[in-house]
């Protein structure tokens, strides 16, 4: 069986924080998106899976992520 909880008529603590956070739609980024057909190693495919069930994530994200970092990476400095 649990505990009761008690609860007590003590005052409250608190203090007024401004609001910070931004509105709703400005929390939803949308990335323009193109679908495409790629072969990847089977290595590469569970390295992905792999660490995206840990951090609870689809494997695609993660992978779309990674070229958009090499492609920012060159696009604003080639060699």
């Known amino acids: 069986?649990?505990?009761k909880i008690h609860y007590t008529d003590e005052p409250l603590e608190m203090e007024l924080v401004e609001d910070f956070l931004p509105p709703p739609e400005r929390l939803i980024l949308k990335e323009d998106k193109v679908k495409v057909t790629i072969s990847l190693s089977r290595e590469s495919v569970e390295f992905f899976k792999k660490r995206s069930r840990k951090l609870r994530t689809p494997y695609q994200k993660m992978i779309r992520k990674v070229l958009?970092?090499?492609a920012e990476r060159y696009q604003s400095n080639p060699k």
Request: charged content about 50%; proline content about 0%.
């Open 1 to 3: 069986m649990k505990k």
């Open 68 to 70: 958009d970092l090499y």
